[in-house]
Structures are given as C-alpha cells and as structure tokens.
C-alpha cells in the first residue's frame, strides 16, 4: 500500500488509479471489438455505463449528509462507489473467462492467465484509493479482494450457456469500460487536479495509462 507507507497525498493515488482504470477500460474495449458488431455492441452498452452511472452518481450526492452521519468519513461513498464500478468491471471479465472456456478452451487457459495477471495493477488501483478515502491497509486489501470475486462467479454461468453469453458479452464489457472512463474522467481527474495542479494530475493519469497498456500488451502477447 504505497499510500500507507510512503504518505502519498490522496491526488497521487486517485491519479496513479485513475490511469491505471483508464488502460483497462481500452483493454475491455479491445476484447469487445474483435468484429464490426462486437464493437458496435460495445459502443452501446459504454453510452449505457454512462448513462447509468451519471445516474447513480447524482443519487449518491444527495447522501452525503446521510454517510456523514453514521460514519467518521464523509467520503466512504465515494470509495464505496469506485469499488462497485470496479466490481462491475469484474462481472463482464468474468464473463470473458467463461465465455472463452465455453468456445475455445485453449483461449481460455491463456485469457484466464492474462485477466489473473492483470488484477494486479487493478487490485493496486482499489486498495490506493481505499487507503486515499482513510481506510486501513487491511481494510484496502480486502476491498480490492473481494472486488475481483464476480470474476469466478461470473465465469461459470458464462461457461455453462456460453452461447447465450457470448451474444451479450461486447456490452457488457462496453459497459463496464464506460463506467469506468466516466468515473475516471468525472471524479478521479477532479479530485487529482485540485490537489496536485492539472499538469501534474494530467501527466500521472497518462503515465498510470500508458503502464497499464504496456502491462496489458506484454501479458497478453
């Protein structure tokens, strides 16, 4: 937990974070587009993300004064609103996995690997901005945990009626990858900006993006 240990004011870690989300929001899109109607699909379930999670987000303002009243942090709604989008990321590469075992188990030995790999810089990305919202270490690491689980919940439906799956699987991930860019863009960048500058908050998102990319690009080879 670099922002248990180091001390990294809360803009760095919803910066690094906020990048990191940024890459595998490409990555899903990517995997949706691999035909015509697979990306077209994908652009529909984004414009419903978007849509939902705007919603949401608007809904979630209005209980600031709720949270505040029954917890010492009147931010946890925010970090418990990163960790549901996050959780619905993790539903459609669950779906993924399955659908990928379902088709063409060769596929879906290797896409297990890389979707295993790259919790990594995703599990980082919830456990950092937990510990930013004034969660513990252990607390962090638990969130970022038990965010990954729809992974194996999801993969077992999706590998039982995989024919069934795989037809709505470009807008799930579509739709995961617009949340995720929504939130990035609407709140993570924000909150960056007033605590490190813009240009400082703009380079870190980029370099958070271009790791994650690069992450992605060489265990996916």
């Not at 414009?47 to 946890?76: D, H, M, R």
């Not at 605590?195 to 908050?201: D, E, V, Y």
């Given at each position: 937990?670099?922002?248990?240990?180091?001390?990294?004011?809360?803009?760095?870690?919803?910066?690094?974070?906020g990048g990191i989300m940024?890459?595998?929001?490409?990555?899903?899109?990517?995997?949706?587009?691999?035909n015509k109607l697979g990306?077209?699909?994908?652009?529909?379930?984004?414009?419903?993300?978007?849509?939902?999670?705007?919603?949401?987000?608007?809904?979630?303002?209005?209980?600031?004064?709720?949270?505040?009243?029954?917890?010492?942090?009147?931010?946890?709604?925010?970090?418990?609103?990163?960790?549901?989008?996050?959780?619905?990321?993790?539903?459609?590469?669950?779906?993924?996995v399955g659908v990928s075992?379902?088709?063409?188990?060769?596929?879906?030995?290797?896409?297990?690997?890389?979707?295993?790999?790259?919790?990594?810089?995703?599990?980082?990305?919830?456990?950092?901005?937990?510990?930013?919202?004034?969660?513990?270490?252990?607390?962090?690491?638990?969130?970022?945990?038990?965010?990954?689980?729809?992974?194996?919940?999801?993969?077992?439906?999706?590998?039982?009626?995989?024919?069934?799956?795989?037809?709505?699987?470009?807008?799930?991930?579509?739709?995961?990858?617009?949340?995720?860019?929504?939130?990035?863009?609407?709140?993570?960048?924000?909150?960056?900006?007033?605590?490190?500058?813009?240009?400082?908050?703009?380079?870190?998102?980029?370099?958070?993006?271009?790791?994650?990319?690069?992450?992605?690009?060489?265990?996916?080879?």
């Amino acid at each position: 937990m670099p922002g248990h240990w180091f001390s990294l004011p809360h803009g760095w870690c919803e910066a690094v974070a906020g990048g990191i989300m940024l890459g595998a929001a490409f990555g899903l899109f990517a995997e949706a587009g691999e035909n015509k109607l697979g990306t077209f699909l994908a652009l529909i379930g984004a414009g419903i993300g978007v849509a939902s999670i705007a919603l949401i987000s608007k809904w979630l303002s209005k209980q600031e004064e709720f949270v505040a009243e029954y917890t010492s942090n009147p931010t946890a709604h925010k970090a418990l609103f990163f960790f549901a989008i996050m959780a619905v990321h993790t539903f459609a590469e669950g779906v993924g996995v399955g659908v990928s075992f379902g088709s063409r188990p060769e596929k879906g030995e290797s896409m297990a690997v890389a979707i295993g790999v790259h919790n990594i810089p995703e599990g980082l990305a919830v456990a950092s901005v937990a510990v930013s919202h004034g969660q513990s270490v252990l607390t962090a690491m638990a969130v970022a945990t038990a965010a990954a689980f729809p992974q194996a919940i999801m993969a077992v439906p999706a590998y039982l009626f995989v024919d069934f799956f795989s037809q709505i699987l470009p807008i799930g991930l579509g739709f995961a990858a617009g949340a995720m860019m929504w939130l990035v863009l609407s709140e993570m960048v924000t909150e960056a900006s007033e605590s490190l500058g813009k240009k400082t908050a703009a380079t870190t998102v980029l370099l958070g993006f271009l790791a994650m990319t690069t992450f992605e690009a060489i265990f996916s080879s």
